[in-house]
């Protein structure tokens, strides 16, 4: 009856070990999901960045190309000054070209201050792409060991699994349907050890004679308030050392 408890025992251990393993794998995949945002994120950033610069640098052409065709106007508006035959005209042109002067004027104040901007973005731009070239390094060694992780939680289920079944072929169908009923209902643990006439389950105290019997390993016996499948473990040695 010992072999049954102790195999009992081994299949409780391992269907942990399961468990915890299945928990890790379950969770790598948000993780990875995770960690794919952030970098998506950065990447956002670092893109936006980019795209600045190329408006700031569209805009700063735009500009230049009005203020190039303004300048050519005002050139032209002076050039036909010395043709003016009346001084009516000659007033108008003469306001004509202040007109555009100030028009451009404002263009130049326009032209420079994209030129800041590109300037400023352009600084930020190489600040960015130098973290964020970090930041993909190091995404890219995150997820190399995430990868790495699941694939050794692979192969430590399949072991576990294969150390399951065996233990599993070992015990009776009965027992075995004794164990997973009662596993399923305490939260994974359907055999838990007594010392002391301690439950190791529900820390209840269990009657003396049921402690004694059970030191003898003769029968498979239920703890009377938690129901687990209960084994006397010899821990006095532990406690004396």
């Excluded at 004027?105 to 190489?126: A, F, G, N, T």
């Excluded at 838990?192 to 029968?219: A, S, T």
Aim: with cysteine; glycine share 4%; aromatic share 4%.
């Amino acid at each position: 009856m010992k072999k049954k408890i102790l195999l009992l025992v081994e299949i409780q251990h391992v269907n942990s070990e399961m468990d915890r393993l299945s928990g890790r794998r379950k969770d790598l995949p948000l993780k990875q999901e995770e960690l794919g945002k952030e970098l998506q994120r950065e990447r956002s950033r670092f893109e936006d960045a980019q795209t600045r610069l190329q408006d700031a640098q569209k805009a700063h052409r735009e500009k230049e190309d009005l203020l190039r065709r303004g300048v050519e106007q005002v050139k032209r508006t002076k050039e036909r000054l010395l043709e003016v035959k009346n001084n009516k005209e000659y007033q108008a042109m003469l306001k004509e070209i202040e007109t555009q002067e100030g028009k451009n004027s404002k263009i130049e104040d326009e032209v420079i201050m994209l030129l800041d901007e590109i300037d400023r973005v352009k600084v930020q731009l190489k600040a960015g792409e130098k973290e964020f070239a970090a930041f993909q390094s190091e995404y890219e060694g995150k997820r190399k060991s995430m990868e790495e992780e699941v694939k050794a939680i692979e192969r430590e289920l399949a072991g576990s699994s294969a150390r399951l079944d065996d233990a599993r072929k070992r015990v009776d169908a009965s027992l075995l349907k004794k164990y997973e009923t009662i596993r399923s209902r305490r939260n994974g643990r359907a055999v838990v050890p007594v010392w002391k006439e301690v439950c190791g389950g529900c820390h209840m105290n269990i009657p003396p004679q049921m402690y004694n019997d059970l030191q003898r390993f003769e029968e498979i016996m239920q703890c009377p308030y938690c129901g687990r499948i209960i084994y006397w473990e010899d821990r006095s040695k532990d406690e004396s050392s």
